[in-house]
């Protein structure tokens, strides 16, 4: 297949709503990362998406609508949905909601429950908009990859695969959705994400809960998830401080926030600034390393507060580290 390479503005949105009404398949810039979208409604649509990411076909996709109303065709709003739907909507957090049945099994694996999202991104409102449907869009990489923060990445992994791809430039947040199980009294993480469990928390004006015994996980957290094609190992503030005697060896790299106490290595990427830069660098210099021929990583490790929580879950994961989904 031929992937057409457009500009996320006026034509490509035309393009982009032609090309999902005729059940394709189409890559644009979302402020959490680059999704990979089909007619939610359309379960042969969204069967390519499994195809074109390698995606396992129990792990069920976000369904993303345009506001309450779209979202109340799809779900079951609770009171306490509501509330977070009201501080939250548009932005980056998911819901699970009990399904209406609307939506095809294809989507949500099948399951009762359906997860759901009101994107916050002027080009995906208006595509929604404009198709006047929900669309179901994962992350638009090859599953397990890091997730794509610009559209050069998703060329990388998807090109050939997909109709059409939109640059919109690289993404605000550049880390996935906060997913919320919000069926009970209580907001469940299932994913932490670039919305904060603090801000969730005060919002709801109750604590927000891990998922216990009973609770259904994420499915999609049971994966392997958002590797690059190099081993990757992850280090304290301290031990990048003190120096890192393998970084002397050949094709080893450096993630970091800390000065680093030994001779840089060939690829190194010191990220300045506050925890949120750090979220939204972070895949885009995994892929980095990655091009560079960097065998082994070694990436600084961040407080597991605020969005420092997200970035742990998604280091955790590059790094083949087994750890529960909070
Ligand atoms: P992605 O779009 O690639 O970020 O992945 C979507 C995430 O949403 C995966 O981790 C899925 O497991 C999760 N998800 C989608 N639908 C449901 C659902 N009905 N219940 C629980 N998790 C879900
Ligand atoms: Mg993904």
Redesign the pocket.
């Known amino acids: 297949m031929k992937t057409r390479f457009l500009k996320a503005d006026v034509a490509g949105m035309k393009a982009a709503a032609q090309a999902l009404r005729r059940g394709q398949l189409v890559a644009f810039p979302t402020e959490t990362v680059y999704g990979l979208g089909a007619r939610a409604l359309d379960a042969k649509a969204v069967k390519k998406i499994y195809r074109a990411k390698g995606r396992p076909s129990d792990?069920?996709?976000?369904v993303h609508v345009n506001g309450s109303a779209m979202m109340e065709t799809v779900a079951h709003p609770t009171s306490l949905a509501r509330k977070l739907i009201a501080a939250f909507w548009p932005g980056p957090l998911?819901l699970?909601l009990k399904s209406s049945g609307l939506v095809p099994d294809v989507v949500?694996?099948g399951?009762e429950?359906?997860?759901v999202r009101c994107p916050a991104h002027p080009f995906f409102q208006t595509l929604i908009d404009f198709l006047g449907e929900p669309i179901a869009?994962?992350?638009a990489n090859l599953s397990g990859r890091p997730?794509p923060t610009t559209a050069a990445h998703v060329y990388a992994d998807l090109d050939g695969r997909i109709a059409l791809i939109l640059d919109g430039g690289p993404c605000n947040e550049g880390l996935?959705?906060t997913?919320i199980?919000a069926r009970g009294r209580y907001p469940v993480l299932?994913?932490p994400g670039s919305l904060t469990v603090e801000d969730i928390a005060r919002a709801a004006g109750v604590k927000v809960l891990n998922p216990g015994a009973n609770s259904?996980a994420?499915?999609?957290?049971r994966y392997r998830h958002y590797a690059p094609d190099c081993r990757v190992e992850l280090v304290s503030p301290r031990r990048v401080r003190e120096g890192i005697e393998a970084l002397k060896f050949p094709k080893t790299g450096l993630i970091h926030r800390s000065p680093s106490g030994a001779p840089l290595p060939g690829f190194s990427r010191k990220i300045p600034g506050g925890l949120d830069v750090y979220a939204r660098s972070l895949f885009a210099s995994l892929r980095e390393a990655e091009s560079f021929g960097v065998k082994t990583l070694y990436v600084e490790t961040v407080p597991k507060r605020g969005v420092g929580r997200a970035v742990m879950d998604r280091l955790q994961r590059a790094a083949g580290l087994s750890h529960p989904a909070q």
């Open positions: 792990n069920p996709l976000i998911t699970i949500t694996g399951q429950t359906i997860a869009a994962p992350s997730s996935e959705s997913i199980d299932l994913r259904p994420s499915p999609g957290t």
